[in-house]
């Protein structure tokens, strides 16, 4: 089956540690981006990257990095710059970001950090 | 930058009835896509509208791309228990023929079902 996994599903963590959360696609979609969602609130573009080895920053970038090595694979790092990392992070795909905008999400990561 | 207003923000209704929701911006988007999402899940796209006026089904689901090009709604037809969730809209503005990929989240409607 084609999809988007992010692993693992709920993440802990201490203050001051960075962490890094994983995104993978088999549907051969160019174009990857993260997400930020609070409760009770719309999602928020941390990152995207509309080609391998390209990335560029969304609305809430700041306290966040990301790689793009490979066409699948588009990993966050919430590091500990960043001040509220308590969220629900959301990885979505799209075909490319030229002829279609559906994006498709996958599970999402639940990360605290205490 | 773009906002899109959802409304409502929360729902409550019986089983069987019909159900509607609804984006609008002040500005013109270029796609308005329909997303529902369930607790601890990522969301999952329901409806995609490119075109002014087009109206798009998906089983009892049904949206509509605005004449104006600054709103859509959703309608959810003779509506279930698993209806629940969180609906969300969101749009993107084209430039130059892309967008480079970037959405305008609505804030969502809360959708709850009473059987």
């Known amino acids: 089956d084609g999809g988007i996994t992010q692993s693992p599903k709920y993440l802990f963590r201490k203050e001051g540690q960075n962490v890094t959360l994983s995104c993978e696609q088999n549907?051969?979609?160019?174009?990857m981006y993260w997400y930020r969602q609070d409760p009770g609130q719309g999602l928020r573009l941390i990152y995207y990257?509309?080609?391998?080895?390209?990335?560029q920053k969304g609305d809430i970038a700041e306290g966040y990095s990301v790689s793009r090595e490979k066409k699948e694979s588009f990993p966050l790092t919430v590091t500990s710059a960043q001040k509220n990392p308590t969220a629900f992070y959301l990885c979505?795909?799209?075909?490319?970001?030229?002829?279609?905008?559906?994006?498709?999400f996958g599970p999402g990561t639940r990360l605290t950090v205490t | 930058g773009q906002q899109l207003n959802q409304s409502p923000q929360s729902m409550f209704i019986q089983e069987g009835e019909d159900v509607s929701m609804n984006c609008t911006s002040s500005?013109?988007?270029?796609?308005w896509l329909w997303y529902k999402q369930e607790p601890g899940e990522g969301p999952v796209l329901l409806i995609a509208?490119?075109?002014?006026?087009e109206l798009t089904s998906n089983g009892r689901l049904t949206a509509q791309f605005g004449i104006t090009r600054k709103d859509s709604f959703l309608n959810i037809s003779a509506s279930i228990p698993s209806d629940v969730g969180i609906y969300f809209c969101?749009?993107?503005?084209?430039?130059?023929?892309?967008?480079?990929?970037?959405?305008?989240f609505g804030q969502g409607t809360i959708l709850t079902v009473h059987p």
């Open positions: 979505a795909s799209s075909i490319d970001t030229l002829s279609r905008d559906e994006q498709y």
């Open positions: 549907l051969n979609h160019d174009a």
């Open positions: 990257s509309q080609i391998v080895n390209d990335f």
């Open positions: 500005s013109i988007f270029n796609t």
């Open positions: 509208l490119y075109k002014a006026g």
């Open positions: 969101a749009g993107t503005v084209r430039a130059g023929g892309t967008s480079y990929g970037k959405l305008t």
